[in-house]
């Protein structure tokens, strides 16, 4: 069954993959991943609709082992997993991989190991084989829902056409030379107009009532972080039972449900998150499972800026009961476990290696791209506004200085 079209209200939609490894090839697709993380990604960053990607095989005997209460996995197979999240619709998603011959070739490569792989061509049957193998998310998180890849390298090409302009700015400036700046900016920028990306509100401060009020956008590049991409499987319950499973499940669905921010949404150094539950591990098509998962587990993959522990202590103080309800459930997570220092120990016990990560824009925050996508939007604005208007040369500099000051400010200031 193919995944339902726009399951999340966002114009990027998530895949989770997991396939089983064939008969002593978990070596070789250890080696393929190792390989190909040593070369630039070049050929998925040429296809502009994927957000983020990563491949990564996991070992049977090194899925987290959390409690005394259960047992160690006997699968005679590892795993190979592959998450990431696009825009567009699913069938193009998969045509590009099938169609593009470059691409062709790096799915024999990546997915050759794994049981069952039919190839590429036919694209019927690979349809076929990643519908198969797509695990269903029950929450996906995107700090800018509203942009596709295009979306944003317009928004942050922009910024830094008005960074530039602000920083070259002069109190003694004529109007002449301004007017030249003004107009030259305004012919930089203008084929990146047309992709202006959807805004969305990102909340990070209450009022003085109470009230929780939108960020603005903010010129600036802010300080360089490193962006990572993390996964973590949690132990949930050992199986037959599940009733923790089914509770957690049920938990995470309602955060996703709800027209309140989910607690993902009140950390800023979050790009995208996504939960699900890894029940079992589905068999070879057309053949029945020799064994299955002695546990159900908790799969969390996450991009973000900074460092884990941070992100955990924001996403615990964002909710305390979110995480109490979610991980605290799970197998091993301390009794009464209460405070941010549990979520980290526990989390860091639950991460499994990333080989193989991808981001499309590795070199900017979440707030970075945020403060794009908002000055974008309010740029178009600006200009159907002002540029509708007779206003002579002196009248349109003060009134862009105005607009343009709303958002100079200091990046260390303003976060």
């Given at each position: 069954m193919r995944p339902p079209a726009g399951q999340f209200p966002s114009l990027q939609q998530p895949l989770t993959t997991i396939t089983s490894t064939r008969p002593g090839m978990s070596w070789l697709a250890w080696l393929i991943v190792y390989v190909a993380s040593l070369v630039k990604l070049k050929m998925v960053e040429e296809l502009e609709f994927i957000h983020f990607a990563q491949w990564q095989r996991v070992r049977i005997k090194k899925l987290p082992r959390l409690s005394p209460d259960q047992p160690a996995e006997d699968l005679a197979n590892d795993l190979f997993m592959f998450t990431t999240n696009y825009n567009g619709?699913?069938?193009?998603?998969?045509?590009?991989?099938?169609?593009?011959?470059?691409?062709?070739?790096?799915?024999?490569?990546?997915?050759?190991?794994?049981?069952?792989?039919?190839?590429?061509?036919?694209?019927?049957?690979?349809?076929?084989?990643?519908?198969?193998?797509?695990?269903?998310?029950?929450?996906?998180?995107?700090?800018?829902?509203?942009?596709?890849?295009?979306?944003?390298?317009?928004?942050?090409?922009?910024?830094?056409?008005?960074?530039?302009?602000?920083?070259?700015?002069?109190?003694?400036?004529?109007?002449?030379?301004?007017k030249q700046r003004y107009l030259s900016m305004l012919r930089a920028v203008a084929p990146k107009l047309a992709s202006a990306p959807g805004v969305t509100d990102f909340v990070i401060a209450k009022s003085e009532s109470g009230e929780s009020t939108p960020r603005r956008g903010r010129l600036g590049g802010g300080s360089k972080v490193r962006q990572i991409l993390i996964a973590a499987m949690s132990p949930i319950e050992v199986k037959p039972a599940h009733d923790v499973t089914s509770g957690i499940t049920a938990r995470i669905a309602e955060v996703g449900k709800s027209s309140s921010p989910s607690p993902f949404a009140k950390c800023p150094m979050l790009h995208f998150a996504r939960l699900l539950v890894i029940d079992d591990v589905i068999p070879k098509l057309g053949s029945s499972p020799a064994a299955s998962l002695r546990t159900n587990y908790l799969l969390f993959v996450a991009a973000i800026d900074g460092t884990v522990d941070d992100f955990l202590d924001c996403l615990y103080a964002a909710d305390p009961q979110f995480v109490q309800d979610v991980w605290g459930r799970c197998l091993g997570y301390p009794e009464d476990g209460q405070g941010p220092v549990f979520l980290r120990i526990y989390i860091a016990r639950s991460l499994l290696p990333v080989q193989l990560p991808y981001a499309a824009f590795p070199d900017n925050s979440a707030l970075d791209i945020r403060d794009a996508v908002s000055i974008h939007a309010d740029l178009l604005d600006w200009l159907a506004n002002f540029h509708s208007r007779d206003l002579g040369d002196a009248e349109l500099m003060a009134a862009w200085q105005g607009w343009l000051n709303q958002y100079a400010f200091s990046s260390e200031a303003a976060r």
């Open positions: 619709d699913w069938d193009q998603y998969i045509d590009t991989f099938a169609r593009v011959p470059r691409i062709r070739m790096g799915m024999r490569f990546l997915w050759g190991t794994s049981q069952g792989f039919p190839g590429p061509i036919p694209l019927r049957t690979f349809k076929q084989y990643i519908h198969y193998h797509t695990y269903p998310e029950t929450l996906y998180y995107s700090a800018y829902p509203a942009s596709t890849v295009r979306n944003i390298e317009a928004a942050l090409a922009v910024k830094a056409a008005l960074q530039d302009f602000a920083e070259n700015s002069a109190p003694s400036e004529t109007l002449v030379a301004f």
